[in-house]
């Protein structure tokens, strides 16, 4: 823009000011006044693009490389909103076509490998860019996102460590930086690092939302918010402070704050990138689906678009919309944040690892086991298993209605010790004094959870425990077992609805087939254990439970020998009181007890079609129909 009209000059001092709506409506008329102008153009292009409105940014590149065909600028920020838009065989083409100079367009390049599930390949041409341009802390920070999704979690420290030191605001890096050092094993110490250059810093409120980041990963969130409280008592209007403490406040179920929080977002930043799906998010909380769906659907897929569609998913399927619901599923689930090969290696990884637990798990390794006597002077714990979804949080909610009743929440217990015996095939060989030990670790590590447990029984609730079956009887021979079975196929399609983290055995979910898969391989293995091992267990079947409580929670009471209260029937006051609730289905038990899950799988029985022939034994065996 060589000669600025005023107009188109007081477009470019608001974009400065950060007012980018102000400036985008300056620019229109600037345009509308000079038709044509290549600067103005090309401007008003930038400024949609800086929106994240990418579909009213594209014309408007695509018109300035009309008039100025040899120019590169407007070919490559065409080719950054093509790949924005998911258009990526045509970003790569115009790339092709784009003789630009610079790095700009292997850097646009790698974003499009990254794009495609490719984070080697995206980690490879970042290299090549950090290492001709060291001062590059941008492609620095890709090069760690790559690292970490490709499965190098210390590798992606070091680079996000060196993007952010040569530019600390980044908080989408910031972020990443948190995760990767959780993934390498390193939160404590992290956590440990933000904490000093916070005390030597107590007027910078970014790195407190990194220390929230952090105790909410290493599953402390009420110090996440505390964090978060500091943070914005430093600045109130602190973008990211306001964001992350929005989410917090949803995950607990506090939807006058949540939409306080909405509200401060709005009054600070309304351009803000994640307002919209926070404020999609919110609609929903409040029934609005009409509106929330709307939100949702407007909101740029740039940001989170795992998120984005997860919620698109779920006001779709409430509204009765299978099909719309179940697109939303599947895009989703392939936004997990690692290589397509790297989680399916994974997932794969976790079956084989059942497998051999199949195989070793026999009625002559059980006659193996070393004698050994169990301490009277220990309590015994009662464990609450049963195949992610099939109701284990309504339960254990339910049961913290009990006062003699302590129920730990997906606590490392059992993990802390596995891993001190250094093999499972070491199960049989345990003698009485490495048993002894190995229950003073979990009761020490239970303590760090529940310090005031007293005389009440502590309630282990860990799904995923069916695999764990042979160390939990070689333990606590007498332990009692809660197992919360639901129809096989709402099961595995609910599974397949929810967003997890990334790891383990949770990564078999992104697939109807793989969740059915290893619903297969772990009732195969329950099964197998149950009929070579004296477990005392106890059947709660989830449609009973959402239809009629009461006799079911009696007859668990019984079973466990507590005293009957109709407090434990009062599944809201329980959930409200009890704050955070790390599941994903913290949401759901603060409503009245509801109907509408089961048999929900017959809406979407055309999708499940490749599932039901591995699901259909089961049905038949628990006794549901298909």
């Given at each position: 823009m060589s000669s600025v009209p005023d107009l188109g000059q007081q477009a470019i001092d608001h974009a400065r000011r950060g007012d980018f709506a102000r400036a985008l409506s300056l620019a229109k008329k600037a345009l509308a006044q000079r038709t044509g102008d290549f600067g103005l153009t090309l401007f008003v292009g930038l400024l949609h693009s800086r929106r994240m409105e990418l579909d009213k940014a594209a014309p408007h590149f695509r018109a300035a490389m009309k008039i100025a065909p040899g120019d590169p600028i407007p070919k490559l920020e065409l080719a950054r909103v093509l790949i924005g838009l998911n258009q990526l065989g045509d970003a790569e083409t115009l790339l092709a076509e784009t003789n630009a100079p610079g790095l700009e367009p292997k850097r646009l390049s790698a974003l499009i490998a990254v794009r495609r599930g490719q984070p080697q390949q995206g980690e490879q041409v970042y290299r090549e860019i950090v290492t001709e341009d060291p001062r590059d802390f941008e492609s620095w920070g890709n090069l760690g996102v790559c690292m970490l999704a490709a499965g190098d979690p210390k590798g992606a420290v070091e680079a996000l460590t060196t993007s952010l030191r040569m530019r600390r605001d980044q908080q989408r890096f910031r972020e990443k930086w948190a995760e990767a050092e959780i993934a390498a094993g390193q939160g404590e110490q992290g956590l440990q690092l933000c904490k000093a250059y916070a005390a030597e810093h107590p007027r910078d409120p970014l790195c407190r939302v990194t220390i929230a980041r952090l105790n909410d990963l290493l599953g402390r969130p009420e110090e996440a918010l505390e964090s978060l409280k500091e943070a914005l008592s430093i600045d109130p209007a602190h973008a990211p402070g306001l964001v992350a403490m929005a989410k917090l406040y949803e995950r607990q179920n506090r939807i006058d704050e949540f939409a306080d929080t909405v509200a401060k977002l709005e009054a600070a930043d309304p351009d803000l990138v994640e307002l919209p799906l926070l404020q999609a998010r919110l609609a929903f909380?409040?029934?609005?689906?009409?509106?929330?769906?709307?939100?949702?659907?407007?909101?740029?897929?740039?940001?989170?678009?795992?998120?984005?569609?997860?919620?698109?998913?779920?006001?779709?399927?409430?509204?009765?919309?299978?099909?719309?619901?179940?697109?939303?599923?599947?895009?989703?689930?392939?936004?997990?944040?690692?290589?397509?090969?790297?989680?399916?290696?994974?997932?794969?990884?976790?079956?084989?690892?059942?497998?051999?637990?199949?195989?070793?798990?026999?009625?002559?390794?059980?006659?193996?086991?070393?004698?050994?006597?169990?301490?009277?002077?220990?309590?015994?714990?009662?464990?609450?298993?049963?195949?992610?979804?099939?109701?284990?949080?309504?339960?254990?909610?339910?049961?913290?209605?009990?006062?003699?009743?302590?129920?730990?929440?997906?606590?490392?217990?059992?993990?802390?010790?596995?891993?001190?015996?250094?093999?499972?095939?070491?199960?049989?060989?345990?003698?009485?004094?490495?048993?002894?030990?190995?229950?003073?670790?979990?009761?020490?590590?239970?303590?760090?959870?529940?310090?005031?447990?007293?005389?009440?029984?502590?309630?282990?609730?860990?799904?995923?425990?069916?695999?764990?079956?042979?160390?939990?009887?070689?333990?606590?021979?007498?332990?009692?077992?809660?197992f919360v079975l639901r129809h096989p196929c709402d099961v595995v399609l609910s599974c397949f609805m929810t967003r997890f983290e990334p790891n383990g055995g949770l990564l078999n979910f992104t697939t109807l087939e793989g969740t059915a898969n290893l619903y297969d391989q772990m009732f195969r293995f329950w099964g197998q254990c149950r009929s070579i091992m004296p477990m005392i267990v106890q059947r709660i079947r989830y449609e009973r439970l959402v239809e009629d409580a009461e006799p079911e929670m009696r007859a668990l009471a019984a079973f466990m020998g507590l005293e009957w209260t109709d407090a434990i029937l009062d599944n809201r006051s329980t959930a409200q009181e009890r704050g955070f609730i790390n599941t994903p289905s913290y949401a759901q038990v603060t409503e009245p007890l509801y109907d509408r899950s089961i048999g929900r799988w017959e809406k979407y029985r055309e999708q499940m079609k490749p599932a039901l022939p591995m699901l259909a034994p089961w049905v038949q065996r628990f006794g549901y129909e298909l």
């Open positions: 909380r409040r029934g609005d689906l009409p509106k929330a769906l709307e939100l949702a659907r407007s909101s740029p897929e740039v940001s989170d678009p795992g998120s984005r569609a997860q919620l698109v998913g779920q006001i779709s399927d409430r509204m009765g919309d299978a099909e719309t619901a179940f697109e939303a599923f599947v895009e989703m689930n392939a936004d997990v944040g690692i290589a397509p090969d790297a989680a399916a290696a994974r997932a794969d990884a976790y079956r084989k690892l059942l497998a051999k637990r199949v195989k070793l798990a026999t009625r002559r390794w059980v006659r193996s086991w070393k004698r050994a006597s169990y301490r009277t002077d220990q309590p015994q714990p009662v464990f609450l298993v049963g195949f992610p979804r099939s109701g284990t949080t309504l339960l254990d909610t339910l049961l913290m209605g009990h006062p003699d009743i302590c129920v730990t929440e997906e606590k490392p217990m059992l993990d802390a010790v596995a891993r001190s015996i250094g093999g499972y095939e070491r199960i049989a060989d345990l003698d009485e004094a490495e048993l002894d030990t190995l229950r003073n670790l979990y009761f020490a590590q239970a303590a760090e959870y529940v310090p005031d447990l007293g005389n009440r029984i502590l309630v282990d609730k860990q799904p995923f425990a069916m695999v764990e079956a042979p160390l939990i009887h070689r333990l606590f021979p007498a332990a009692k077992f809660l």
